[in-house]
């Protein structure tokens, strides 16, 4: 690794799927929801006043139309 001696020329894009139990979506579920000593958001570092709905800064963007009901499948 060259360390970006001249600087970072471009950025490669990933993408995660989480998925949240029974259309139960909410911080609560959320695999990235840290709860040491404050409920924070590992994504934004939000911290959550109430975790049993979706923080303001949530950066994820929710399909309602897909379902995954064959946890047999699952990738966890």
């Given at each position: 690794?060259?360390?970006?001696?001249?600087?970072?020329?471009?950025?490669?894009?990933?993408?995660l799927e989480v998925f949240f139990p029974e259309n139960?979506?909410?911080?609560?579920?959320?695999?990235?929801?840290?709860?040491?000593?404050?409920?924070?958001?590992?994504?934004?570092?939000?911290?959550?006043?109430?975790?049993?709905?979706?923080?303001?800064?949530?950066?994820?963007?929710?399909?309602?139309?897909?379902?995954?009901?064959?946890?047999?499948?699952?990738?966890?």
């Amino acid at each position: 690794m060259n360390g970006f001696r001249s600087g970072v020329k471009y950025y490669t894009k990933a993408t995660l799927e989480v998925f949240f139990p029974e259309n139960k979506i909410c911080c609560d579920y959320c695999p990235l929801l840290e709860t040491y000593a404050r409920k924070q958001c590992r994504r934004t570092g939000e911290y959550l006043v109430d975790s049993r709905t979706i923080g303001y800064d949530c950066p994820l963007r929710f399909d309602d139309t897909e379902r995954n009901e064959d946890l047999s499948e699952s990738r966890f």
